[in-house]
């Protein structure tokens, strides 16, 4: 199984808080999340989207948090396709 290179993060939201991700297992899996206070503030941005509220800091706020999700559900593809590879080849 060919594996992509890692993608890089441009940047980080300057706000984000502590204990932004939370790792939670799925079938023995680790799977990579948004934590709750996060995915409240995406919501809350995503309304002033919109209703074009959005000022100039928080559309780009908005566009680290779609990058850092790209990048999870990267990580998290590459993690489930790992796995499922090892337990095809311990069959």
């Known amino acids: ?12 939201p300057s706000n984000l808080p502590e204990g932004s991700v939370q790792i939670e297992l799925e ?3 680790p799977v990579f ?3 709750k206070a996060v995915q409240e503030r995406i ?3 995503v309304a002033k989207q919109q209703d ?3 000022s100039a ?3 780009q706020e908005l ?4 990058e850092i999700d790209d990048y999870l559900s990267f990580v998290n593809r590459t993690v489930r396709n790992l796995a499922i590879d090892q337990t ?3 069959s």
């Open 52 to 54: 074009d509220r959005l």
């Open 63 to 66: 566009d680290c948090y779609a």
């Open 43 to 45: 919501e809350l941005l």
């Open 27 to 29: 079938e023995g899996i």
């Open 88 to 90: 095809q080849q311990a």
């Open 33 to 35: 999340r948004a934590a």
């Open 57 to 59: 800091p928080e559309s």
């Open 1 to 12: 199984m060919a594996i992509s290179l890692l993608p890089k993060l441009s940047r980080l």
